[in-house]
């Protein structure tokens, strides 16, 4: 049988899931990126650094929830944080809070910010962000890059599996540049200069297929925005569990940048997202100001994220324990690559950085991916990347269909060994298709 016919086979659960979600969701689907034909797996229970689909199957978990999940599932620190608050403070309590306090106080000292703001997501972090660039300059337009995922309103294409461009919000103040191409992103940013409010970049494109910004790059896209009076703004979103205090200050930039978005994991894995920077720029939302721009939000300051969140920050994914997790993702990507290799395989392309890592089938090796577009020339395998998904899957391995893994703190060494062997096999068994 083929390996997508015993796909179907071995998860009729969730195959009669999807079947009854169609009727309810469009697709069957809330998320569109976790659509996966013939049907997403359902999955009913996570614990530590595995889950379980409703078939029953146990996989290790290389999703991470998209880099949500570093802490893993229900981390006894997350999960006492959680606990406590609900037995001794209770939900929203539609007021401000010590905790909420104590949590902003630990993010602006690990991320250098002068103040920050809570909000629900990543994408509603940037969306308020841009709209206090907007404001505190007085211009319109916000330079952005191919590839580049801020959010679902905030999609800017890519071949690495960024959602398709969401159009509603782009009016005609977006200018998208290429990534890591200086020369024309330095000629975009000087000609929207008049108008423009902030240049808004990934250190590492995520979504975009795990790409990384060259420092060069990231140097001239600050120093172009600078050049421009308009403000630079990092999406550390993804990146933030790179480095002790975020991958840009790991970067050379002048540091930090004028503003910055977080999310994902900081929130102890509840829906969570934060913005912050520069004091003067943030003033736009200062609510004793009459002329403030509002930042509303009911869940900005649930108990729940701002508890889980401190208790991840500064009792789990410590300076140190963030070093040890991303030396154990570059270790496990060189591994993986020279396995590749071995079986004769430059056309699996490993991208990313510590503990984010993108594996690419590709028709010709690639030295290096500057972009998105680098992976499409070189002639993506959309044939070996299922065929890789389904066999990982009958391995116990749950990653995503488009070759993104987000690892998470607690997973085994053994599972990494067992994981380094899998590909290797698969590259073998697989030697005549390659
Ligand atoms: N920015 C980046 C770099 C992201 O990777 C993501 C999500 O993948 C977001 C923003 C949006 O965050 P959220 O999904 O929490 O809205």
């Given at each position: 049988a083929t390996a997508e016919a015993r796909f179907i086979a071995n998860n009729l659960r969730s195959k009669q899931l999807h079947e009854l979600a169609v009727g309810v969701l469009p697709g069957g689907n809330?998320?569109?990126?976790?659509h996966t034909p013939p049907f997403p797996l359902s999955m009913k229970q996570g614990k530590g650094g595995y889950v379980w689909d409703e078939d029953s199957h146990k996989y290790v978990d290389f999703v991470g929830e998209l880099s949500?999940?570093?802490?893993?599932?229900?981390h006894p620190a997350i999960r006492a944080a959680i606990v406590s608050t609900l037995d001794d403070v209770g939900l929203s309590l539609g007021s401000t809070t010590a905790q909420e306090q104590r949590f902003a106080a630990a993010l602006c000292a690990r991320f250098h910010l002068a103040r920050v703001r809570m909000a629900n997501s990543g994408t509603e972090a940037n969306l308020h962000a841009l709209a206090a660039t907007r404001r505190f300059t007085g211009r319109r337009k916000v330079a952005v890059f191919a590839g580049?995922?801020?959010?679902a309103v905030l999609s800017f294409g890519?071949?690495?599996?960024?959602?398709?461009?969401?159009?509603?919000?782009?009016?005609?103040?977006i200018v998208v540049a290429p990534y890591n191409d200086i020369a024309a992103t330095r000629a975009a940013i000087a000609a929207a200069a008049p108008d423009l409010a902030a240049v808004l970049v990934e250190p590492i494109q995520g979504a975009g297929g795990c790409i990384r910004g060259t420092r060069d790059f990231l140097r001239a896209v600050q120093d172009a925005a600078r050049a421009a009076d308009a403000l630079f703004m990092l999406d550390e979103v993804m990146t933030s569990r790179l480095a002790p205090g975020g991958l840009g200050a790991t970067l050379g930039l002048d540091h930090p940048p004028d503003l910055v978005s977080l999310g994902k994991y900081l929130g102890g894995g509840l829906a969570f997202g934060a913005f912050g920077g520069r004091a003067d720029v943030m003033a736009v939302y200062d609510p004793r100001d009459p002329n403030a721009l509002a930042h509303s939000?009911?869940?900005?300051?649930?108990t729940l994220a701002m508890h889980a969140g401190y208790a991840g920050l500064a009792d789990v994914f410590t300076p140190d324990a963030c070093v040890a997790f991303n030396a154990k993702g570059d270790a496990l990507r060189v591994r993986l690559a020279v396995g590749a290799a071995r079986c004769?395989?430059?056309?699996?392309t490993f991208t990313g950085c510590g503990s984010l890592i993108g594996l690419y089938f590709t028709q010709r090796g690639v030295d290096v991916v500057a972009s998105s577009d680098d992976l499409a020339r070189a002639g993506r395998r959309t044939d070996l990347r299922d065929l890789f998904w389904f066999e990982m899957l009958e391995e116990g391995f749950w990653i995503t269909r488009r070759g993104f893994i987000a690892l998470i703190l607690d997973t085994p060494d053994d599972e990494l060994d067992r994981f380094v062997g899998a590909v290797a096999a698969f590259l073998e068994r697989h030697r005549e298709i390659m």
């Open positions: 809330t998320r569109s990126l976790l949500a999940g570093l802490y893993g599932h229900s580049g995922y801020h959010g890519g071949d690495g599996g960024t959602p398709a461009p969401n159009t509603v919000e782009r009016g005609d103040f939000g009911t869940f900005n300051n649930n004769g395989g430059t056309r699996l």
